[in-house]
């Protein structure tokens, strides 16, 4: 039951990190250029960022900066592959 809660909490923080992108995209769409645009084309604006952003977390695998404490686990040496 509690995996349950937690991915439904994991679920609706992601959904609220994509709505708030959203928004900060069409906040900065409004205030920031000279030109003034129409509403909807600003919604629209915002709505593909979120979308993107959203496919974008959704494929891209995640990226965890370490503090340094695991230098060993961060300097893998890559296996390169020749064919003759």
Same mark, same amino acid.
């Given at each position: 039951? /509690?995996?349950? !809660?937690?991915? =439904?909490?994991? $679920?609706?923080?992601? %959904?609220?990190?994509?709505?708030?992108?959203?928004? *900060?995209?069409?906040?900065? /769409?409004?205030? !920031?250029?000279? =030109?003034?645009? $129409?509403?909807?084309? %600003?919604?629209?604006?915002?709505?593909?960022?979120? *979308?993107?952003?959203?496919?974008?977390?959704? !494929?891209?695998?995640?990226?965890?900066?370490?503090?340094?404490?695991?230098?060993?686990?961060?300097?893998?040496?890559?296996?390169?592959?020749?064919?003759?």
């Amino acid at each position: 039951m /509690t995996d349950i !809660i937690q991915s =439904n909490i994991h $679920k609706l923080q992601k %959904i609220t990190k994509y709505i708030l992108m959203g928004l *900060i995209v069409v906040i900065a /769409t409004k205030y !920031i250029p000279d =030109n003034l645009l $129409k509403t909807k084309e %600003i919604i629209m604006i915002g709505a593909t960022s979120s *979308i993107s952003f959203a496919i974008l977390d959704m !494929i891209s695998p995640a990226v965890q900066v370490s503090s340094g404490k695991n230098v060993d686990t961060i300097k893998a040496k890559p296996t390169v592959l020749v064919e003759n």
